[in-house]
T-cell receptor, first 116, second 118 residues
Framework: SQKIEQNSEALNIQEGKTATLTCNYT??????LQWYRQDPGRGPVFLLL?????KEKRKERLKVTFDTTLKQSLFHITASQPADSATYLC???????????????FGSGTRLQVQP | DTEVTQTPKHLVMGMTNKKSLKCEQH?????MYWYKQKAKKPPELMFV???????INESVPSRFSPECPNSSLLNLHLHALQPEDSALYLC?????????????????FGPGTRLTVT
């Protein structure tokens, strides 16, 4: 079965630096990967989606890559700010088991702390 | 309006109580989800509704009973819960996702209901 692994439980960086978070999958190459931000006691908020045939996606200070050879997605936040401190979750939608089946499997998340 | 609302925000219930969690969205999404999240763990899928029909039940105990009265509402009925059921319960919605070749959509999550079972 597919596992989504975010090996870094926590990451501390200085303000202004680039944060790089890693997401690995263990089995089949998913059709897409999604990245979410979650603040304590709140629901996840969608950030970016990258498809299997896309190598890179950008949105403002965020960048996501998808490497099917390494079975890995990297999530970058450039010019990081203390307000970026949160838990970041990687998720994949898997393969449809039947029509309409597109539920997400989440990685365990990486807690990012940006120090001023 | 890209908001998913959930009520109540907090709920404390005894093991013999019956309560319900409510979720509402007005984005026209036809897929709605219930997730359970324990502290410092990722959300775990419980149920998926597609076009108001239950399409996925991830082997959830029968003490959790979902209901989708219409395309905007999703309920989770709780009965005879155990203390280990205490968690953050998240509702989410997305556009309907059909065959592999179709575009995949992000999920919009509500703020969650913090449930404590005593």
């Amino acid at each position: 079965s597919q596992k989504i692994e975010q090996n870094s439980e926590a990451l501390n960086i200085q303000e202004g630096k680039t944060a790089t978070l890693t997401c690995n999958y263990t089995n089949y190459s998913p059709a897409y990967l999604q990245w979410y931000r979650q603040d304590p006691g709140r629901g996840p908020v969608f950030l970016l989606l990258i498809r299997e045939n896309e190598k890179e996606k950008r949105k403002e200070r965020l960048k996501v890559t998808f490497d099917t050879t390494l079975k890995q997605s990297l999530f970058h936040i450039t010019a990081s700010q203390p307000a970026d401190s949160a838990t970041y979750l990687c998720a994949e939608g898997g393969l449809p088991m039947d029509t309409g089946r597109r539920a997400l499997t989440f990685g365990s998340g990486t807690r990012l702390q940006v120090q001023p | 309006d890209t908001e998913v609302t959930q009520t109540p925000k907090h709920l404390v219930m005894g093991m013999t109580n019956k309560k319900s969690l409510k979720c509402e969205q007005h984005m026209g999404h036809r897929a709605m989800y219930w997730y359970k999240q324990k502290a410092k763990k990722p959300p775990e899928l419980m149920f998926v509704y597609s076009y108001e029909k239950l399409s996925i039940n991830e082997s959830v105990p029968s003490r959790f009973s979902p209901e989708c009265p219409n395309s905007s509402l999703l309920n989770l009925h709780l009965h005879a819960l155990q203390p280990e059921d205490s968690a953050l319960y998240l509702c989410a919605s997305s556009q309907f996702q059909g065959a592999v070749s179709q575009v995949s959509y992000e999920q919009y999550f509500g703020p969650g209901t913090r449930l404590t079972v005593t």
